[in-house]
Nanobody
């Protein structure tokens, strides 16, 4: 079955960095685009970034453009999110999500908590 398992969250000071990972299994990883999505406390889901199946096309929300970098290792079936210059408003649960070939989400991970605080 499809599994997406995020890791790498934690507590970080403002201005710091974290790298999130999403380990995938149960499908042909290199054939699908993937996204990172977050949910801040009391807020709805916010799409952050999407990466094409071959890693050549990247898309970012304005809120993270220039600070976050999405990447993938198709040999290791892993998606990454490098987060730099973190702000308190980046505090959220971060999810990776798999897209169908039509672009819809069909699977989500369980999330990893990121807290940005001094």
């Amino acid at each position: 079955q499809v599994q997406l398992v995020e890791s790498g969250g934690g507590l970080v000071q403002p201005g710091g960095s974290l790298r999130l990972s999403c380990a995938a299994s149960g499908f042909t990883f290199s054939s699908y685009s993937l996204s990172w999505v977050r949910q801040a406390p009391g807020m709805g889901l916010e799409w952050l970034s999407r990466l094409s199946s071959d890693g050549t096309n990247t898309y970012y929300a304005d809120s993270v453009k220039g600070r976050f970098t999405i990447s993938r290792d198709n040999a290791e079936n892993t998606l990454y999110l490098q987060m730099d210059s973190l702000k308190s408003e980046d505090t959220a649960v971060y999810y990776c999500a798999k897209h169908t070939h039509s672009g819809y989400y069909d699977y989500w991970g369980q999330g990893t908590q990121v807290i940005v605080s001094s």
